[in-house]
């Protein structure tokens, strides 16, 4: 990772213990009720998964982790990059998907310094009180920390991924500018182009030429936010910067179609996505040893 930081790796048992009175914890946030009844709940059966503390500077990070239970050797590393809710039951059922793979995945919660996105009702309050105020070199460096953390941990530094819905779609853009160790992103319906700020002096479009990593990218052909417009725009970016990142458009889907839990959920996209990514780390080498 960048600058290398180093942990004196502990036990499972203590590592896995650390985390129980972390504020991650089970359920979905309150500004998405009522829950759909097409959302999909992965059991933790033959996983490890739970609550994790990550050190960071003058305080610990939440993160929830899944992995495969009793696996030897390290393991493919998914760093996996929260919606604006935050890492509710949603974000982690993604991190329990990705351990039935074989994959060390772990989501940190990168509001945490700011405040509970679990604990708002209404999605626009949620924005101004917390997710405006969060400021992307913060985000980056708890990145870092996050992936030094997995790689301490049973995770393989040489086989790091990361993914990302909706906010977090936007990060692992910007993540893939950022971590020269990174192998591949995926990033979902992530917002590409915008104006800057204070918090956020850049958007993917802006990095294209210090990208350091490939990504493929899912949007919804339906996407009221990200439009056709801002995605053709970073097609034509990043084929002026010579590069052959995959940018995939899904027309019948809207924004947060693998948001099962959600209205917005298409499940032929979602499904298809889920494949595309899946597929895309093992070409770049992110893959566990029997999908190689």
């Not at 998907?97 to 945490?112: D, N, S, T, W």
Request: charged share 20%; glycine share 10%.
């Amino acid at each position: 990772m960048p600058d290398e930081p180093q942990f004196d790796p502990a036990s499972r048992r203590h590592f896995l213990a650390a985390g129980a009175a972390l504020s991650i914890s089970a359920g979905f946030a309150r500004a998405v009720a009522p829950i759909a009844a097409s959302a999909v709940a992965t059991d933790s059966v033959g996983l490890e998964a739970g609550p994790v503390g990550i050190p960071v500077a003058g305080a610990t990070l939440p993160a929830y982790q899944a992995r495969p239970a009793g696996a030897k050797g390290p393991l493919p590393v998914v760093i996996v990059v929260q919606e604006i809710f935050g890492v509710h039951e949603h974000i982690q059922d993604v991190c329990r998907r990705l351990a039935k793979q074989g994959y060390l995945a772990i989501a940190p919660e990168l509001y945490f310094r700011q405040g509970d996105p679990r604990q708002y009702t209404d999605t626009a309050e949620l924005m101004s009180k917390v997710v405006s105020r969060v400021p992307d070199q913060q985000v980056l460096t708890d990145l870092d920390m996050t992936c030094a953390w997995a790689v301490a941990h049973g995770g393989d530094g040489k086989r790091l991924a990361m993914t990302g819905f909706c906010w977090g779609g936007r990060i692992v853009w910007l993540y893939a500018a950022h971590n020269p160790y990174l192998k591949a992103g995926a990033a979902w319906y992530g917002r590409l182009v915008g104006q800057p700020s204070p918090n956020n002096p850049k958007q993917p479009i802006d990095v294209v030429t210090q990208l350091k990593a490939p990504v493929i990218g899912f949007y919804g052909g339906k996407d009221q936010g990200i439009t056709q417009e801002h995605v053709e725009a970073m097609r034509a970016a990043l084929k002026a910067a010579g590069r052959s990142d995959e940018i995939n458009v899904y027309p019948e889907a809207g924004h947060a179609f693998n948001a099962d839990y959600r209205p917005s959920y298409n499940a032929a996209a979602a499904n298809d996505a889920w494949g595309k990514m899946l597929a895309f780390f093992k070409q770049k080498g992110v893959a566990p040893a029997e999908a190689k």
